[in-house]
């Protein structure tokens, strides 16, 4: 019957796409390594096939290009972030709260640091594939803080005294500088405790 001949084709199909899926963060986690390591521009995806223990052809079958597999690594890394602690910027107490719980991750996962890190650095080339894409993140991460701090200036929560857009800017340069600081130290201070203090110069709520 066509019903019961269809079902393990369904189940096939499931299958390969759950490897799919294993294979892909496989070489998302050989890449984050090899990136942090050797920065975006030393590295081939020779060497990132190698590190996840596959063939260069059945790499480009996931990513054709280095371009790609770059994009793919930092939506999963930054954009992933965001959703996974609410960064939503209509509520600026619980958003505040997440840049905070953030920086308590990332004293976990050091190596995810020095990538971004690392990246960011690179980027700042004009030529640097990434160049674009972190010139959006940090325009639009500077929009979430004000459209933050907006909210709890309506609530009374926000301290000042300059405008919640320059706000927004030391916030987001007083984060990224401390992270820098924080693998430079080679861990030396508490990053979460120092982001929860540079957030308490512009609002008053619980962190």
Do not use: C
């Not at 927004?168 to 401390?178: C, D, N, S």
């Amino acid at each position: 019957m066509p019903l019961t001949e269809d079902v393990p084709v369904r189940r096939r199909r499931g299958v390969q796409e759950e490897a799919s899926e294993r294979r892909r963060a496989q070489i998302l986690l050989a890449a984050a390594e090899a990136f942090s390591e050797r920065g975006f521009n030393a590295t081939s995806l020779r060497d990132v096939a190698g590190r996840a223990q596959i063939s260069h052809t059945g790499l480009l079958h996931h990513y054709p290009d280095k371009n790609a597999l770059l994009e793919a690594l930092l939506d999963d890394r930054i954009k992933g972030a965001g959703y996974l602690y609410g960064l939503d910027s209509r509520d600026g107490v619980a958003f505040m709260q997440g840049l905070v719980a953030i920086a308590d991750r990332d004293e976990r996962q050091p190596d995810s640091v020095r990538l971004l890190t690392t990246l960011t650095a690179e980027a700042i080339s004009p030529t640097h594939p990434a160049h674009g894409y972190f010139q959006k993140w940090h325009a639009e991460m500077q929009e979430l803080v004000t459209q933050a701090l907006d909210d709890l200036d309506r609530r009374g929560f926000f301290r000042g005294p300059m405008p919640t857009r320059e706000a927004a800017r030391l916030i987001t340069a007083l984060h990224e500088g401390a992270h820098t600081q924080w693998l430079l130290s080679e861990f030396g201070f508490s990053l979460a405790a120092t982001v929860r203090s540079q957030l308490r110069l512009f609002v008053n709520i619980d962190l």
